[in-house]
């Protein structure tokens, strides 16, 4: 065991316990908690936004329609942390961490940032395509991770 | 109407930098008093002429510089937001103030004492702290403490500054082919560079192999594509043009400056993820080349000399491209091709060592750089130098740029 709990090589850990949310955000962590993955879409202009915000970058329209996703999607860019940034978390590395773009959200205005799980660091490649898998951590956070889609 | 060359830096100060830590027993406060005094004798001014600070990334604080130096009075004192990005263009707005009459004297400085903090971590410790410095640190609109934004990327596990370069890097590669062998040659350049330098503190000779050899930190970043962290502190005098004339220096004049970005550039990397693609594998600083270019009418033909804000080498790359000195997607092959050696290349890039290899005062020492270009006292002197370009970032929004000449 470390300071932050029992790590797995690969598998970057929950540090933060607590979603922080506000309206904005709230229906995101409670879909997770149900392993959906949700969006806003812009009510105006069909735009999503992530991280789910008041505002319609496109457009300025404030309402919009949580739409859920196929939880799927593609390594947009990606990083393999082999250094660990604090010593107690060496066990976790090699893990690798990376913008994903989602399915159905029409390209720009969804992507996500993520731990990718399951991967092998030295063959992971940009366009690989990889799902969603929460981490039901406790009652409020479901930490989101993506791994390649099984076959 | 436009601040172009309407006022001048007149002086350059510094103390000496140090690695990580090693600034003890001076303070931030101390090494940024003597940087003052130091620039502002190198200008042939006293404290007595001091009125304006125009800082960035919150350097200082001018309230107690002020009492502690005994500033006569203070009539100008801001800061850009966000961080190391805004240092060139805090030059542009002292000289806003200086060209508006709301300042006479203007300093510019940064100083820097990393004890137990790391850039990108936290004072307060644990990996929590480093995850939401990472993000940016306390929103504004988190009313002081955890933003609902947090939740989305504190889990991720990408902590540092490097983790998220590392993102524009890997798909700067990919879309364009760029490759690691591109990265060595900008880091064996700058510390070639570096070797000359009495203040540079990485002065063993860098080769492809060695850079080869290094441990990987964040693919596709290894060791030497990481800045160095330093102690010390850089400051500099800016005046009107027309004062500069009788000054003890020559005036190097600010010939145009600009901060900002496109606003879906936003905190880039650290806590927002959402940059269209075309601008994503950049250094967020193409509106920014546009406008300093037009404000001075020149193009990256006329700029002999180029200080890149190198915390990453691959962002070297992307504001080659980004400033105009090779087309976007060829900057791999640019540095590839020789193009930034010193006395060999097209357009010499940090002639100083860089923040790679001669210190990282968080882009102070590239300004410092720059002058001297321009002065024509320089260790390794670009020949002829009458323009240098000088960059703040790529980092969250705003970054950057200022193009310095000679009178």
Not at chain 2, 166 to 194: P, W
Not at chain 2, 246 to 268: C, E, F, N
Not at chain 2, 359 to 388: D, F, L, P, S
Request: with cysteine.
């Amino acid at each position: 065991m470390t300071e932050f709990g029992e790590l797995k090589k690969g598998v970057f850990p929950t540090i933060l316990f607590e979603t922080h949310a506000d309206a904005s955000t709230e229906p995101f962590w409670e879909a997770a908690r149900r392993d959906k993955l949700v969006a806003p879409k812009c009510t105006n202009c069909g735009t999503f936004r992530l991280p789910p915000s008041p505002f319609c970058f496109n457009c300025q329209t404030r309402d919009v329609l949580w739409t859920e996703l196929p939880g799927t999607g593609t390594i947009h860019s990606f990083t393999v942390v082999r250094h660990p940034l604090h010593p107690g978390l060496a066990d976790c590395c090699p893990y690798v961490s990376g913008t994903v773009e989602l399915d159905g959200t029409q390209g720009a205005g969804a992507r996500m940032l993520v731990n990718i799980i399951d991967v092998d660091p030295d063959t992971v490649r940009i366009g690989d395509r990889v799902e969603i898998v929460f981490e039901h951590v406790n009652d409020e956070m479901s930490t989101p991770r993506f791994r390649p889609i099984s076959k | 109407m436009t601040i172009k060359d309407k006022a001048a830096i007149v002086g350059v100060g510094a103390t000496p930098y140090f690695k990580r830590g090693q600034s003890y027993p001076e303070s931030e406060l101390s090494m940024a008093c003597s940087a003052i005094l130091a620039a502002l004798d190198d200008a042939g001014l006293t404290i007595k002429d001091l009125d304006g600070f125009s800082i960035y990334s919150s350097s200082c604080d001018p309230a107690t510089v002020g009492a502690e130096l005994g500033v006569p009075e203070i009539r100008w004192a801001t800061t850009t937001t966000s961080g190391g990005g805004g240092c060139a263009g805090a030059l542009g707005v002292a000289a806003a103030a200086i060209d508006g009459g709301m300042a006479t004297t203007v300093v510019t400085l940064m100083t820097l004492q990393q004890l137990n903090k790391r850039l990108g971590g936290s004072a307060v410790g644990g990996m929590l702290g480093y995850a939401l410095m990472s993000e940016g640190g306390a929103s504004p609109y988190g009313g002081g403490g955890i933003p609902p934004s947090a939740a989305f990327t504190a889990n991720n596990g990408m902590l540092s500054p490097g983790h998220s370069f590392a993102q524009l890097t890997s798909r700067h590669m990919h879309l364009y082919g760029t490759k690691r062998e591109h990265f060595a040659e900008v880091c064996i350049s700058t510390r070639d560079n570096a070797i000359k330098r009495p203040t540079a503190l990485r002065t063993e000779p860098l080769t492809l192999e060695d850079y080869f050899n290094a441990r990987m930190i964040s693919d596709p970043l290894c060791l030497f594509d990481y800045t160095m962290e330093s102690d010390g502190a850089v400051a500099v005098i800016t005046t009107s043009a027309e004062r500069a004339k009788d000054l003890k220096q020559p005036p190097v004049l600010i010939m145009a400056s600009a901060h900002g970005a496109t606003g879906r550039w936003g905190p880039a990397l650290f806590k927002y993820f959402q940059i269209p693609d075309d601008e994503f594998p950049s250094s967020g600083h193409r509106p920014v080349a546009k406008r300093i270019y037009e404000m001075a009418g020149i193009t990256a033909a006329d700029v002999d000399v180029a200080l890149l804000y190198d915390h990453f080498s691959p962002m070297v790359i992307m504001q080659l491209e980004d400033y105009g000195f090779c087309p976007i997607g060829e900057g791999g092959p640019f540095v590839g091709d020789g193009n930034i050696r010193y006395a060999t290349g097209s357009i010499p890039v940090n002639t100083h060592g860089g923040n790679l290899s001669e210190a990282y005062i968080i882009g102070m020492t590239h300004v410092r750089e720059a002058v001297e270009q321009i002065r024509g006292t320089a260790i390794n002197q670009v020949e002829g130098a009458e323009v240098a370009l000088v960059t703040g970032g790529p980092a969250g929004s705003p970054v950057s740029g200022t193009l310095l000449r000679k009178a």
